[in-house]
C-alpha cells in the first residue's frame, strides 16, 4: 500500500519550519520517519501537510559544552552510538544507544523525534528523565525550555503546543563522582522494550549518593520516574541492600500491562532486576566498587 496524498514543505531554516507549523492547518513533522513513514505506508496516518525538517542543517549536531550535552533535533540514533564524548561520560546514552531497533533505524531515526513520539517503549524518554533534561520547542512565541518531568502526558501525547518545533534535547553535564547506565529487556533484536531502566547518581566527597534519577520504560502509560525509589537511595551509601530496596520500590512503582511478551507481576520483577543492575553500573562508572550484580 502507498501512502494516501500529502502536501510536502522543506524548509531550511528554523524560523521558515515555525512559520510554516503555524500558519498550515494540522501539520506533521518528518524527522528521522522511522515511525511515520511506516504508518504513513498503511495508512494509518494520512497528514495533509508534512513539514520536512532534514534540511535545516543547523538541527544537526550533537555536542558538549560548559553546562549541558546537547542533542539538535537531526542528531541520529547512531551519532550518539558513535560520539566518543558519550562514550567517555554519558553511559545511560551509550548503553541505550545500541539498543535502539536495528542500524538501519538508527542511522535515520532521530533522538528527539522518538522523545517527541512520547511512545511509553520508547528508550529515550526514560534516559532523559533520569538525568533531569530538557526539552527546548520553538514557537511562534520564542524558545520555551520544558523540563523532562513535565513533557509526558500520555501515550503520543506531550506537553507541545501547537505550532512548536522541539529544536533538541539536553541533560546536564556528568558531575566528578557520576554514572549512569540503562538496561533493558527485549525479546529479540530490533524489539520495544518489554522492560527497561534508565539511572544516574552522583555522589558527594564522603561516597553517598546525593542524587538519584531512574527513569522506567514501557511499564506505564508514559515513559516514568520512580520517585520513592530515588528518595530512598538519597543520602545513602552504596550497598547489596541498598539497591535491592531501591529495585523493590521501583518495581511497587511500575503499573505494565500483561500482553503476549509477559504478565504484569513478570515485569514488575523485570524492574526490579534491571533497576538493580543499573544502579551497580551508575555506581561502578562513578568510581564506587561495584556492589551488587543480581
Same mark, same amino acid.
Not at 496524498?5 to 498550515?24: C, G, K, N, Y
Not at 529479540?188 to 534519577?213: H, N, Q, S
Given at each position: 500500500?502507498?501512502? +494516501?496524498?500529502?502536501?510536502?514543505? /522543506?524548509?531550511?531554516?528554523?524560523?521558515?519550519?515555525?512559520?510554516?507549523?503555524?500558519?498550515?492547518?494540522?501539520?506533521?513533522?518528518?524527522?528521522?520517519?522511522?515511525?511515520?513513514?511506516?504508518?504513513?505506508? &498503511?495508512?494509518? #496516518?494520512?497528514?495533509?501537510?508534512?513539514?520536512?525538517? %532534514?534540511?535545516?542543517?543547523?538541527? =544537526?549536531?550533537?555536542?558538549?559544552?560548559?553546562?549541558?550535552?546537547?542533542?539538535? +533535533?537531526?542528531?541520529?540514533?547512531?551519532?550518539?552510538?558513535?560520539? @566518543?564524548?558519550?562514550?567517555?561520560?554519558?553511559?545511560? &546514552? #551509550? =548503553?541505550?544507544?545500541?539498543?535502539?531497533?536495528?542500524?538501519?533505524?538508527? %542511522?535515520?531515526?532521530?533522538?528527539?523525534?522518538?522523545?517527541?513520539?512520547?511512545?511509553?517503549?520508547? @528508550?529515550?524518554?526514560?534516559?532523559?528523565?533520569?538525568?533531569?533534561?530538557?526539552?527546548?520547542?520553538?514557537?511562534? =512565541?520564542?524558545?520555551?525550555?520544558?523540563?523532562?518531568?513535565?513533557? &509526558?502526558?500520555?501515550?503520543? =501525547?506531550?506537553?507541545?503546543?501547537?505550532?512548536?518545533?522541539?529544536? /533538541?534535547?539536553?541533560?546536564?553535564?556528568?558531575?566528578?563522582?557520576?554514572?549512569?547506565?540503562?538496561?533493558?529487556?527485549?525479546?529479540?533484536?530490533?524489539?520495544?522494550?518489554?522492560?527497561?531502566?534508565?539511572?544516574?547518581?552522583? &555522589?558527594?566527597?564522603?561516597?553517598?549518593?546525593?542524587? #538519584?534519577?531512574?527513569?522506567?520504560? +514501557?511499564? @506505564?502509560?508514559? %515513559?516514568?520516574?520512580?520517585? /520513592?525509589?530515588?528518595?530512598?537511595?538519597?543520602?545513602?551509601?552504596?550497598?547489596?541492600?541498598?539497591?535491592?530496596? +531501591?529495585?523493590?520500590?521501583? #518495581?511497587?512503582?511500575? %503499573?505494565?500491562?500483561?500482553?503476549?511478551?509477559?504478565?504484569?507481576?513478570?515485569?514488575?520483577?523485570?524492574?526490579?532486576?534491571?533497576?538493580?543492575?543499573?544502579?551497580?553500573?551508575?555506581?561502578?562508572?562513578?568510581?564506587?566498587?561495584?556492589?551488587?550484580?543480581?
Amino acid at each position: 500500500m502507498k501512502a +494516501a496524498p500529502f502536501e510536502h514543505h /522543506e524548509p531550511s531554516t528554523i524560523d521558515e519550519a515555525v512559520s510554516l507549523l503555524e500558519s498550515l492547518e494540522r501539520p506533521t513533522i518528518l524527522a528521522g520517519g522511522q515511525s511515520l513513514v511506516p504508518m504513513l505506508r &498503511f495508512r494509518l #496516518a494520512r497528514p495533509e501537510t508534512i513539514v520536512d525538517i %532534514n534540511g535545516i542543517d543547523e538541527l =544537526d549536531y550533537l555536542e558538549e559544552d560548559d553546562d549541558s550535552l546537547r542533542l539538535g +533535533a537531526l542528531a541520529r540514533h547512531a551519532d550518539v552510538e558513535e560520539a @566518543d564524548v558519550v562514550a567517555d561520560r554519558y553511559g545511560s &546514552f #551509550a =548503553d541505550a544507544a545500541p539498543l535502539v531497533a536495528d542500524p538501519q533505524i538508527r %542511522n535515520r531515526g532521530t533522538v528527539v523525534g522518538s522523545i517527541t513520539q512520547a511512545d511509553p517503549k520508547g @528508550d529515550w524518554g526514560s534516559v532523559l528523565l533520569a538525568h533531569d533534561g530538557e526539552v527546548v520547542a520553538r514557537g511562534p =512565541d520564542g524558545e520555551r525550555v520544558i523540563p523532562a518531568d513535565e513533557f &509526558f502526558l500520555l501515550p503520543y =501525547d506531550t506537553t507541545l503546543e501547537d505550532g512548536e518545533l522541539v529544536t /533538541e534535547v539536553r541533560v546536564p553535564t556528568p558531575a566528578t563522582r557520576e554514572g549512569s547506565a540503562y538496561h533493558k529487556l527485549k525479546r529479540k533484536t530490533g524489539d520495544y522494550a518489554m522492560a527497561g531502566v534508565a539511572t544516574r547518581l552522583v &555522589f558527594d566527597d564522603e561516597g553517598r549518593i546525593e542524587t #538519584a534519577g531512574i527513569g522506567l520504560t +514501557a511499564v @506505564d502509560i508514559t %515513559n516514568a520516574r520512580a520517585r /520513592e525509589a530515588e528518595d530512598c537511595l538519597e543520602g545513602e551509601r552504596p550497598s547489596p541492600e541498598l539497591f535491592e530496596s +531501591a529495585g523493590e520500590l521501583a #518495581a511497587d512503582e511500575s %503499573n505494565p500491562e500483561s500482553d503476549e511478551h509477559g504478565d504484569a507481576l513478570y515485569k514488575e520483577r523485570m524492574v526490579d532486576v534491571l533497576t538493580q543492575r543499573a544502579l551497580g553500573d551508575a555506581a561502578e562508572r562513578a568510581g564506587v566498587v561495584r556492589t551488587v550484580t543480581p
